[in-house]
């Protein structure tokens, strides 16, 4: 993980270390039917995985530019975009919900900013 996403937050950009550990954040939430796939997580450190909570991934990526941070933008599209296609081989019923939760990154993008972010609906 920290070989493919670098050793800072993708949010953020900090760099982990023992007081600031890095956590493994979900591009799809797990409340949207998102898994433990590989693709589907990256490496960000505790407070923005915990400010970010279920809101979509790009809708973060969005809240983050505002506050003039520099995330990692090439590897939450790109793994965003692999989480997608990995989602797309998973059952039915998991793709159902997820697609729901508006699967496609192109999509997410449009209707992200409208997006409110609720784990358990
Ligand atoms: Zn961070």
């Known amino acids: 993980m920290a070989k493919r996403d670098g050793d800072r ?3 953020c950009g900090c760099s982990f270390s023992d007081e ?3 956590t493994l954040d979900h591009l799809i939430p797990v409340g949207w039917g998102g898994r433990n796939y590989f693709e589907n997580t990256v490496l960000a450190c505790e407070p923005c995985n915990h400010r970010r909570g279920c809101s979509s991934a790009l809708f973060f990526l969005y809240l983050c530019a505002e506050e003039g941070l520099v995330s990692n933008k ?3 599209k ?3 975009a692999l989480a997608s296609e990995r989602m797309k081989k998973a059952p039915l ?3 159902k919900k997820a697609r ?5 990154p192109h999509r997410l993008l449009r209707a992200g900013f409208q997006y ?3 784990c358990h609906v």
């Open 74 to 76: 090439e590897t939450i």
């Open 20 to 22: 600031n550990p890095s």
């Open 116 to 118: 409110s972010g609720n």
């Open 78 to 80: 790109r793994q965003l």
């Open 100 to 104: 729901q939760k508006m699967l496609d």
């Open 93 to 95: 019923a998991e793709q």
């Open 9 to 11: 937050c993708v949010w």
